[in-house]
């Protein structure tokens, strides 16, 4: 039986950046890029479903998700970032196979399956892949789960689905700031960040290089000015002889 020491170091929460994101999204360049900007904080990483996208940030377990719009915004804080191009997905030797993509109008004799109420993405493409219907998903979706016995095509004339980036509102942190500027493509450099935003040491003064003796003192001159400096040809007087 764990003791109580056991227990807590079981429970306590990890320190660092937390993220959760859906399948489909690929969060590889983004982790990259933290490490490289901030290498002395941890950055820890999840899948989650659609279904929970939402409540890992309510329950603590996120502090930021990558979700699927839409979702319910209630207490969050939601920044759209890029769409998801559609495809439909057939059982293999369907007859879309031999088109490079295919309108949503020229299927309208064909059963499509609700994703939803077959449980999820993964358990849609196994029906599809019976022979059941078809089933419209993201394409990046499609690819992660890469279902024998199935097909899929670009679609057109469908909506598309949206990804964005959210956090409860009330958390806002410069370590926050930092990951979603990141995200959006902001340089280390970008003012708006709040690595580059950090107070720089000053630097000593250089020194004087004209040096810091006594100044020489000014020569003496040694001729009188001449008076005719500058006057023109022939403007001396002459003296009567």
């Known amino acids: ?19 959760a994101y859906v399948a489909g999204v690929t969060p590889g360049k983004w982790i990259r890029r933290w490490e490289e900007r901030m290498p002395n904080f941890p950055l820890h990483s999840f899948m989650s479903d659609d279904a929970a996208q939402v409540s890992v940030l309510r329950d603590g377990s996120a502090d930021l998700s990558f979700v699927r719009l839409p979702v319910d915004r209630e207490g ?15 059982p293999k030797g369907h007859e879309i196979s031999v088109f490079e993509e295919v309108a949503l109008d020229d299927l309208a004799e064909e059963n499509f399956l609700d994703i939803d109420e077959m449980g999820g993405p993964d358990m849609a493409l196994q029906v599809v892949a019976s022979g ?3 089933a419209i998903l993201p394409m990046s979706v499609a690819r992660h789960l890469n279902v ?14 949206q990804i964005g980036l ?17 995200v959006r493509g ?3 450099q970008s003012s708006r960040q709040p690595s580059a935003q950090q107070e720089k040491p000053k630097k000593e003064p250089k020194p004087d290089r ?27 007087k002459k003296g009567k002889r």
């Open 132 to 134: 059941v219907g078809l």
């Open 186 to 188: 902001r340089t280390a």
């Open 166 to 182: 959210a956090w409860l509102v009330g958390t806002d942190s410069p370590v926050i700031e930092e990951f979603i500027g990141i």
């Open 76 to 90: 969050l804080n939601v920044i759209p970032l890029y769409e998801e191009q559609p495809v439909v997905v057939a």
């Open 1 to 19: 039986m764990p003791d109580a020491e056991d227990s807590a170091e079981t429970t306590e929460p990890l320190a660092g950046l937390r993220f």
């Open 210 to 236: 004209r040096g810091g003796g006594p100044k020489k003192p000014a020569v003496a001159q040694r001729y009188a000015p001449n008076p005719d400096k500058g006057r023109g040809k022939g403007s001396r």
């Open 148 to 161: 024998k016995d199935t097909v899929m095509r670009r679609l057109t004339g469908a909506p598309g689905t």
